[in-house]
């Protein structure tokens, strides 16, 4: 059965830095490519940043391109997102996800339970 | 960027009726790599359809997706009550960035 249990986030003041952790279990956790998902309070979902199975690639959104870094750990099962210089704008759940494909195609199909990150002074 | 854009925001219905949400891509690139997400208050995104028209494991029958290109659909063909919640379409056949539509929240009539 597969799980992906996250932890980190809480409330940082603007410009501060914040790291979130998502341990995986009940599956190759190196076979597939990991990803970041945020939801702001009351609004939809947006895509923040993917990394491939090996830790190889990564990839972000651009409002979160030199601040965000993600990275993974596949001796540990955990992906990892460390977020530096943040605004009120990242106040948010971060979910981490799972690509439901070994291939290329970046659906996904196990979420973990997500973690609020509320920037604010 | 591939915009996503969901029609209706909000859609009031009663339980058994049919229900069809509407999912509309700003560029043809997007072919079939069209998925489905149900999420509720307080609660994770499920999975509902990928590939624009394959079920996820577990999803009931009752769930059904088509379109390519542009255009998609999804269906609900009887409404149950724990089927009240948003419904989101995400399109991977473009990235960076992956996007999602902003949602139609499907409620009580």
């Known amino acids: 059965q597969v799980h992906l249990v996250q932890s980190g986030g809480g409330v940082v003041k603007p410009g501060g830095s914040l790291g979130l952790s998502c341990v995986a279990s009940g599956f190759s956790f190196s076979d597939y490519s990991l990803h970041w998902v945020r939801q702001a309070p009351g609004k939809g979902l947006e895509w923040v940043a993917l990394?491939?199975?090996?830790?190889?690639?990564?990839y972000y959104t651009d409002s979160v391109k030199g601040r965000f870094a993600i990275s993974r750990d596949n001796s540990r099962n955990t992906l990892y997102l460390q977020m530096d210089r943040l605004g009120a704008e990242d106040t948010a759940v971060y979910f981490c996800?799972?690509?439901?494909?070994?291939?290329?195609?970046?659906?996904?199909?196990?979420w973990g339970q997500g973690s609020l990150v509320t920037v604010s002074s | 960027e591939i915009v996503m854009t969901q029609s209706p925001a909000t859609l009031s219905v009663s339980p058994g009726e049919r229900v069809t949400l509407s999912c509309r891509a700003s560029q043809s690139a997007v072919s079939r790599n069209l998925a489905w997400y149900q999420q509720k208050p307080g609660q994770t995104p499920r999975l509902l359809i990928y590939g624009a028209s394959t079920r996820a494991t577990g999803i009931p029958a009752r769930f059904s997706g088509s379109g390519s290109g542009t255009e998609f659909t999804l269906t609900i063909s009887s409404l149950q009550s724990e089927d009240f919640a948003v419904y989101y379409c995400q399109q991977y056949n473009v990235w960076p960035p992956l996007t999602f539509g902003g949602g139609t929240k499907v409620q009580i009539k």
């Open positions: 990394v491939s199975s090996d830790g190889d690639n990564k």
């Open positions: 996800a799972r690509a439901g494909s070994k291939l290329a195609l970046y659906y996904f199909d196990y």
